[in-house]
């Protein structure tokens, strides 16, 4: 277990008992930002220490356990938080720990076929109460953009498309091709509000946090730290391109095609830190910054590349004055492509060896290739 330098749960409201010894020792509570748990106690040791769990639950698996459908300890084991809280008790001094479910010892675990007993009428019914409930320790994305024209508003089409291309960079900037279904499921974007000061929407993970994986933070990290690269008096193009790779700047791209109607904005994101706590990272951007940094790219993503071939086979084409060939070599591989060559007839089809250029324009940007194929010189077989 990891040990908390502060107290996760600061204030709370308790919500709903299920079991009482003197006092609630199984119940659903608030914190203070509002984000559902279930605290169980779990013992009482010689030394007068008190140990309780606290875990992360969703409005949505609070009705399955008050409803019978699922266990306490299936709850921990297989529910959608990855991590717990452990609280340790003693002359009213609390420490904290944080714990993945799956290492969590059998000893803070409810025996198996342990069933919440709550009266059919008591269940959670309100829609209301489920709207009231924001799911707390889960990635943040405040983006926000001024313009010439009405502050407060934005085209229909201008927003889609920035929300789509949003989510398309957080899901490429996935770290480990490996596991990337684990961290793909925390990039997945949810519309959560709008807020003033300028046109500003805020975007939550689908998922919380696991706050033990420091590689499902970076995506929110790398997304500020783009913004704020491309926006420097000086950009290192090459580098940028090494640390995002070009799947992820090309959905900047279009991106920065969404914005040209901007002057900027503001992008932070918020990462939960164990503890309660928020990282907060942010930069302004300006729009002709984020764009002279794609032309600068756009050049920078053309690849060029040469290399001649000869080959016996047959030219079965050769027209030199509208510069075109057609040849096959002798492995049935056919070319076609542009004369180069100095003589201006030859007899048709004719055997021999064809020397050919070959050359491959890659734009990894626009993921598109070009492949020019020039006949320069030709010599009939005797």
């Known amino acids: 277990m990891n040990k908390l330098s502060n107290s996760p749960i600061k ?25 559902l748990f279930l605290a169980n106690f779990v013992d009482y040791d010689e030394d007068s220490t008190e140990t309780w769990l606290y875990l992360p639950v969703s409005f949505q698996e609070l009705k399955k356990v008050e409803s019978g459908e699922c266990s306490l300890r299936t709850l921990i084991l297989s529910g959608e938080s990855s991590f717990a809280y452990i609280e ?16 969590i010892d059998s ?36 983006i926000s ?4 024209k009405n502050q407060y508003e934005m085209s229909a089409s201008l927003l889609s498309g920035v929300l789509v291309n949003l989510q398309r960079i ?39 946090s696991s706050l033990l994986n420091e590689n499902e933070s970076e995506p929110y990290r790398k997304i500020v730290s783009l913004f704020k690269m491309t926006n420097q008096k000086e950009i290192d193009v090459e580098k940028i391109v090494k640390d995002y790779g070009w799947l992820t700047l090309k959905h900047f791209l279009s991106l920065s095609k969404n914005l040209l109607d901007l002057k900027g904005g503001k992008i932070e994101s918020g990462i939960p830190l164990p503890g309660a706590g928020v990282e907060r990272i942010n930069t302004t951007f300006e729009s002709n910054k984020v764009n002279n940094f794609m032309s600068l790219l756009s050049k920078s993503a053309v ?8 080959l016996q086979g047959t030219l079965t084409k050769y027209d030199f004055v509208k510069h075109q060939f057609s040849f ?3 492995k049935d591989k056919a070319f076609n492509g542009i004369v180069k060559t100095e003589k201006s007839t030859y007899t048709i089809p004719a055997v ?14 626009n993921e598109t290739t070009q492949k020019k194929i020039s006949l320069v010189s030709w010599t009939p077989q005797k």
Do not use: C, W
Request: proline letters at 2%.
């Open 303 to 310: 690849k060029v590349s040469r290399e001649t071939e000869t």
């Open 328 to 330: 096959t070599s002798d």
């Open 88 to 103: 340790k008790q003693k002359d009213e001094i609390s420490n904290f720990f944080i714990e993945s479910t799956s290492n």
């Open 11 to 35: 204030k709370f409201k308790i919500y709903h008992v299920y079991d009482y010894y003197d006092e609630p020792i199984l119940y659903s509570f608030l914190n203070e930002t509002g984000a």
């Open 352 to 365: 021999g060896k064809a020397v050919l250029s070959v050359e491959i324009t890659e734009d990894r940007l």
């Open 170 to 208: 957080m899901t490429a900037l996935t770290l480990d091709k490996k596991a990337k279904r684990i961290y793909k499921i925390h990039n997945e974007l949810n519309i959560v509000g709008t807020f003033a000061g300028s046109f500003g929407i805020r975007l939550l993970s689908d998922k919380v």
């Open 145 to 148: 953009f001024t313009s010439d």
């Open 107 to 142: 000893s803070y675990l409810p025996e198996e076929n342990v069933y919440i007993e709550y009266q059919t009428d008591q269940l959670i019914e309100s829609n209301s109460t489920d709207n009231k409930i924001t799911p707390d320790n889960r990635y943040a994305i405040d």
